[in-house]
Structure formats: C-alpha cells, structure tokens
C-alpha cells in the first residue's frame, strides 16, 4: 500500500473506531426500532388524541421539555416524585421556577402503554421528547427527525433548578449564558423563546411589570389591557389569573411572538428584553418576518435542547414508573 494509501486507511478505521465507540453513549435515530418498533407511533397516537381532548397539552409538552432538559441533562428528573421522609430530595416541580407547569401527569399514562407494549425498554425521558417533538407539529411547528436513547435519572435536582432555568426577571445577558452553557447559541436562544407564542403567564409574574407603574417599556394601551386581567398588585398565587402570550393565535406555535416583542406588548420581562439587544434584536426582526424561517430555527434549536447532556449506557436507568427511581 502507498503511503497516502496507509494513511488514508489509518484515518478510516479511527474514525470507525471512533464512531463504534462514541456509538453506545449517543443518541441515534430509531434507538427503539427492534426493541420496541411501535414506540413512537404510540407516543404520536397518544399526544394527538390528548391534544383533541385537551388542546393545552400540545403546549405544555413544550414547556415541560425545556424544564426536563435545562437542568442538568433530558433525563425525566422534572417527573420524580420523591419525598423527603423517604430521604430523598423533593420533586423539582417544588421549585418556584416550575410555577404554572401542567399536565405532566399524561406522561404516566403514555408510559404505562408502553410499558404494556414492551416492559422496561422505553425511558420516561424519550417520552417527554418525543411527545414534545409531536406536540409541536399539532400546533405549527415543523415535523423533525428526533434522536432516541435517553435513560432516566436517578435523581431528582430540586435544589439546583435556579442555577439553570432563569426567572421571568433575569437580565437578557444571564440568559443568553445559561442557554450557551449546554450549547445554544443567541440565535437559537431567540428562536426557543418563540415557544411563548403560546400558552399563558400567570399574573404574580406579570405585576411587576403593571405595579406601581406600567413599565415604559410595555406598550401603554397593553399595559391597560394587562391590568384589567391581573387587577391586583399583590395576586393570590394559588388564584388561576392570567393572560395569554398571543391575543391573536393563542394556540398557534408562530412569529407573532417577535412581532409582539417588536410591538412591546411581549409579557415576560426576559421577552421583552430580546427587542433591545443588539445582540438578539437582528434575530427578532428576522423571525418577525419570516414565520418559515422562524419554524425552522426553532426546530433545530429544539433538537439541540433535547440532546443536552443526555444520559446513555454510563448511566441512570429505564424507570418503571416516571414518577420513581426504580426500587
Ligand atoms: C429565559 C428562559 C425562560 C423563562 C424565564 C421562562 C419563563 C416562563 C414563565 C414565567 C412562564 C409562565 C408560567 C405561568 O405563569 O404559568 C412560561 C410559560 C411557558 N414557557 Fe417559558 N420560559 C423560558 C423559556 C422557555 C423555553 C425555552 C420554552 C420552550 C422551548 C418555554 C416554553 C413555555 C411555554 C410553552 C409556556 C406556556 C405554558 C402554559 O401555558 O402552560 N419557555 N415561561
Ligand atoms: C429497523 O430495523 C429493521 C430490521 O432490523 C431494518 O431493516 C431497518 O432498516 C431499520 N430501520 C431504520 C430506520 O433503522
Ligand atoms: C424578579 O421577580 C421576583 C418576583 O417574581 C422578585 O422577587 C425579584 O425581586 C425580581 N428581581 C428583579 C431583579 O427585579
Ligand atoms: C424565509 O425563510 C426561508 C427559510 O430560511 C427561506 O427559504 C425563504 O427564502 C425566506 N423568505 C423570504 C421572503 O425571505
């Protein structure tokens, strides 16, 4: 063989070696197909016939992900339910940064079919993705090809979830970083945040904005318009008072987000915040313009938080039960 020829089979059969070592720790493409072939028909089936019945689980899918994933790794810990008599640390759904969170209980009820179907082979974890990934075709979104293999965390990381899930109030340059700490960049950043396209916000994370003052960054006649929905400074957080992200497509994954930031009538402060960045602002404008572009950056910015961290043959494990850490 030739020098360039030796060379050029040495570099091959590292990069096999590469690919067949790195392969057993990666998510891939159809993970579930011979063990489980009619995994993510099941899960499709499911999150479409809850979306028929209750159109606001498509969106809390969505949200349910992005809390799942951000904190530490995409390994179901947002599900456990762990008490603390029992010594364990409570549930992350404690957190005050989960306030608003519903409808995680569908998760179980996918779960348990699966479980009928091919017992302790599918993570709770592969399920939340999954049935984020088609949720958001219900709603708008793009149809993606999503990689499988997630295992399940033995833990829950109730104490730490302020370290990675910002507040409604951060500083647009605390958010960027935390999102750049598992690999999203300030474009991708903008286009997740187009997920509050729909769905709701509670007012005790509204009146700061509308209390004592509007600020002046909201536009003033939404500012009115938001305090007739919260008219109280000092809401009662367990009372259901809120308003919706989009007046105009409430339940439609699209660019109205951007065009409402541009408009100041963004609700979060960390939204409206993407409207006075030099940073974010040419991202903005760009989704504003172009709801096709927007679908696809969101897209692939949702692939990559799926794919934060994830917990492959090194470690966790395929929960029996979402809600617990296998006896
Ligand atoms: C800086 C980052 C983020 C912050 C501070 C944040 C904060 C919030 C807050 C405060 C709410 C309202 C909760 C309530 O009052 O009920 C909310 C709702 C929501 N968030 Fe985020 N969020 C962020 C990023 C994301 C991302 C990346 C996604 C998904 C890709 C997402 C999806 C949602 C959805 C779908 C809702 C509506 C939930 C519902 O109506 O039940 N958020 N978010
Ligand atoms: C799934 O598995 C079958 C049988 O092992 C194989 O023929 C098929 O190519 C696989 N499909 C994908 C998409 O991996
Ligand atoms: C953010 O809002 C919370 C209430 O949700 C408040 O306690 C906190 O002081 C606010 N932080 C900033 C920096 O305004
Ligand atoms: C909108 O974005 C898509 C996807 O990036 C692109 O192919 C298309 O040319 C854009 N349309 C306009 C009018 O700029």
Redo the contacts with the bound molecule.
């Keep these: 063989m030739s020098p360039v020829g030796s060379k050029f089979a040495f570099l091959l059969l590292s990069e096999l070696l590469l690919f067949n070592l790195g392969k057993s720790h990666q998510l891939i493409v159809n993970y579930y197909n011979e063990t489980c072939p009619r995994a993510e028909h099941i899960i499709k089936q499911q999150v479409f016939s809850l979306y028929k019945k209750h159109g606001?689980s498509a969106?809390?899918w969505?949200?349910n992900?992005?809390h799942d994933c951000?904190v530490k790794s995409c390994d179901a810990s947002l599900l456990l339910e762990i008490k603390e008599e029992e010594g364990g640390t409570v549930s992350e759904m404690k957190s005050s940064?989960s306030?608003?969170?519903?409808?995680l209980k569908y998760v179980n009820q996918i779960k348990q079919l699966l479980e009928n179907e091919c017992p302790d082979t599918v993570s709770c974890a592969d399920i939340m993705a999954l049935a984020a990934r088609d949720a958001i075709v219900l709603i708008g979104g793009l149809e993606m090809e999503m990689k499988t293999g997630r295992r399940d965390s033995r833990e829950s990381y109730e104490g730490v979830v302020e370290e990675f899930?910002?507040?409604?109030n951060?500083s647009l340059s605390l958010?960027l970083s935390?999102?750049q700490d598992i690999g999203i960049d300030a474009q991708a950043?903008v286009a997740?945040?187009?997920?509050?396209s729909?769905?709701?916000?509670?007012c005790?994370?509204l009146v700061n904005r509308l209390y004592p003052t509007v600020d002046p960054t909201l536009d003033p006649d939404h500012g009115e318009y938001l305090k007739r929905r919260c008219p109280s400074p000092n809401p009662d957080p367990k009372a259901v008072l809120?308003a919706r992200?989009d007046l105009e497509t409430p339940m439609v994954l699209d660019n109205n987000y951007y065009k409402n930031v541009l408009g100041q009538k963004a609700l979060?402060l960390?939204d409206q915040q993407l409207g006075f960045s030099p940073i974010t602002l040419p991202y903005v404008q760009q989704m504003a313009s172009n709801n096709t572009y927007f679908l696809a950056q969101f897209a692939m910015?949702?692939l990559l938080?799926s794919e934060n961290a994830p917990l492959t043959d090194g470690g966790g494990e395929i929960r029996k039960d979402c809600r617990r850490v296998n006896k």
Excluded: C, E, K, Q
């Design positions: 606001n969106i809390s969505i949200r992900l992005f951000m940064r306030f608003g969170i519903r409808n899930i910002p507040n409604h951060d958010v935390r999102f950043t997740l945040l187009g997920a509050h729909v769905g709701r916000v509670h005790v994370n809120y992200n979060l960390v910015a949702v938080l």
